[in-house]
């Protein structure tokens, strides 16, 4: 059984930084993408940065563009999102997914399997 655990989310100010994790178990994730993505209260679900495993190629929001960076290591099932220069508007839950194919996409409905999220909570 798949699993994906969140980490590193956290109450900080703006302008400072924070790295998520996400580790997989219970499967093969090397033809996978992983993805990031964000909900903050009373908002959609929105698509924040995602990684092909093989090969390492990445994709942003041009929200976060310049200011995160994914990426991952692929011994260790794990992929992390480094968030610099936060801002209060990045306030959210974040949640790492996993979708069954090397093709990058932006639409949450497009991946398989979710972790239960972390909250980042950015103080102006």
């Known amino acids: 059984q798949v699993q994906l655990v969140e980490s590193g989310g956290g109450l900080v100010q703006a302008g400072d930084s924070l790295r998520l994790s996400c580790a997989a178990s219970g499967g093969t994730f090397s033809g996978h993408v992983m993805g990031w993505f964000r909900q903050a209260p009373g908002k959609e679900r929105e698509f924040v940065a995602a990684i092909r495993l093989s090969g390492g190629s990445t994709y942003y929001s041009d929200l976060v563009k310049g200011r995160f960076t994914v990426s991952r290591d692929n011994a260790k099932n794990t992929v992390y999102l480094q968030m610099n220069s936060l801002r209060p508007e990045d306030t959210a839950a974040y949640y790492c997914?996993?979708?069954?194919?090397?093709?990058?996409?932006?639409?949450?409905?497009?991946?398989?399997?979710w972790g239960q999220g972390t909250q980042v909570t950015v103080s102006s």
């Open positions: 997914a996993a979708r069954k194919s090397p093709i990058i996409v932006v639409h949450g409905a497009a991946y398989d399997y």
